[in-house]
């Protein structure tokens, strides 16, 4: 897959492949938790919990016992749960990642599984920006400000807060584009955020 196509493949399938070999097993975990959430509505509430914790595990909060228990727990209940196991369990995150999504999204019965593909494909960029350009972050850009900002919008979720995000980094000197551009994107952004895991030094 080349540059171009990344940004205008509309298919999660062949967009992942792309990131085989390139992307982190906690990025990979986090994007799937996310296409989960788009569908929170239809996973019963039993089973919300496993991505919950699929979530702290990726980013080293919970531990594996804590996982396998909360796996324990779900099994036996509703098919939704498949996508939550796939993004914390399976071998091949990568496949996993986008069937996992998918198989949830079947497994409610609605008519149209596609519908979900092109919010995937929004949450993918968002997660992993550009992997054919990465960005680097200045040092200087790092104040007291834009580190707090960053760490609360994470941890509260608050991804509305995104464009403030932006002028803080303006103000601290950020002169990069893509940086800039991504945080005043209205579109989609959740944990995983590539803008937000670079100024956090998460991968």
């Known amino acids: 897959m080349s540059e171009k196509e990344w940004f205008r493949s509309r298919n999660p399938t062949h967009v992942l492949d792309c990131l085989e070999g ?6 990979l975990r986090l ?27 990726a980013d080293g909060i919970d531990n594996e016992q804590t996982l396998n228990d909360a796996i324990t727990k ?14 914390t369990t399976h ?11 998918w198989n949830a999204r ?6 149209n599984i596609d ?27 790092l104040t007291s400000t834009v580190v707090a900002l960053a760490e609360g919008i994470y941890q509260g979720r608050t991804f509305d ?18 940086i800039l551009t991504h945080c005043r994107d209205v579109g989609s952004h959740v944990r995983g955020c590539w803008v937000v895991d670079l100024i956090l030094g998460k991968g």
């Open 106 to 111: 079947c497994a409610t019965a609605l008519p």
């Open 115 to 141: 519908v979900e593909s092109p919010f995937q494909i929004a949450l993918l960029h968002d997660i992993f920006g550009n992997p054919f350009h990465p960005v680097s972050l200045d040092p200087s850009w």
């Open 161 to 178: 807060r995104m464009p403030i995000l932006a002028d803080a980094l303006q103000d601290a000197g950020c002169d990069n584009d893509d």
């Open 74 to 87: 779900m099994i036996g209940g509703n098919e939704a749960h498949v996508c939550a196991v796939g993004a």
């Open 91 to 101: 071998s091949d995150s990568r496949k996993v990642a986008c069937s996992g999504a």
């Open 31 to 57: 994007f799937t938790c996310a296409c989960c959430r788009r569908i929170w509505n239809v996973i019963p509430n039993e089973n919300r919990n496993i991505v919950e914790v699929a979530e702290r595990y």
């Open 22 to 27: 390139r992307a982190s097993d906690r990025k």
